[in-house]
């Protein structure tokens, strides 16, 4: 199965809102509301910043929210800060055997 | 405070084996699902396999099924990764995490690396 899809890079100024997308089909993110983020920082274990789709893990800040339309999610971040660039990576549950399926990964710049 | 500590990642030769190792603390380990999620050198993160709290039920990804093997110790709060027969492809660091449900990740070991040569 491939993986979600993710546009490979996104930047913006900090203070600025920025959006991720992450398109699957109607077999994962469409089909389910199990669809987590993730942010990885260079040589770092990824960390958990939405589940699913919307809910925020205690600890992770309000500027960071999450949405689904259909077969694609979308991490936003808003007032952003040098500490959120980053690797960002969606997941979603899937009905395939594959159990889980990660997107490719979007690098987040800062400028 | 919840901890999951990765080991046994090494270089190994193509169609070797190697045992992974997770041991976890901070939590009641047999209450949850557990993960292996791999990552290849610059590339994004793929799960591997999952374990059911007992470990009475198992998943893997199609590409490890038949040469891996998830298992779980609750008495040593152990998460293992028995990989036979490893590939070139197989190379990554393979982090454990603790499933919260539906393949929700909140906490991750630190990683180890497993390197195939070939």
């Known amino acids: 199965q491939s993986a979600l899809t993710q546009p490979a890079s996104v930047s913006g100024s900090p203070g600025q809102s920025i959006t991720i997308s992450c398109t699957g089909t109607s077999s994962d993110v469409g089909g389910y509301n199990y669809v987590s983020w993730y942010q990885q920082h260079p040589g770092k274990a990824p960390k958990l910043m939405i589940y699913?789709?919307?809910n925020r893990p205690s600890g992770v800040s309000n500027r960071f929210s999450g949405s689904k339309s259909g077969n694609t999610a979308s991490l936003t971040i808003s007032g952003l800060q040098a500490e959120d660039e980053a690797d960002y990576y969606c997941s979603s549950h899937t009905s395939s055997t594959t159990l889980e399926i990660f997107g490719g990964g979007t690098k987040l710049t800062v400028l | 405070e919840v901890q999951l500590v990765d080991s046994g990642g090494a270089l190994v030769q193509a169609g070797g084996s190697l045992r992974l190792s997770c041991a976890a603390s901070g939590f009641t380990f047999s209450s949850y699902w557990m993960s292996w999620v791999r990552q290849a050198p610059g590339k994004g993160l793929e799960w591997v396999a999952n374990?059911?709290?007992?470990?009475?039920?198992?998943y893997y990804v199609d590409s490890v099924k038949g040469r891996f093997t998830i298992s779980r110790d609750n008495a040593k709060n152990s998460l293992y990764l028995q990989m036979n027969s490893l590939r070139a492809e197989d190379t990554a660091v393979y982090y454990c995490?603790?499933?919260?449900?539906?393949?929700?990740?909140?906490?991750w070991g630190q990683g180890t690396l497993v390197t195939v040569s070939s």
């Open positions: 374990i059911k709290e007992d470990g009475s039920d198992k």
């Open positions: 995490a603790r499933d919260n449900g539906f393949q929700t990740y909140e906490y």
């Open positions: 699913e789709v919307s």
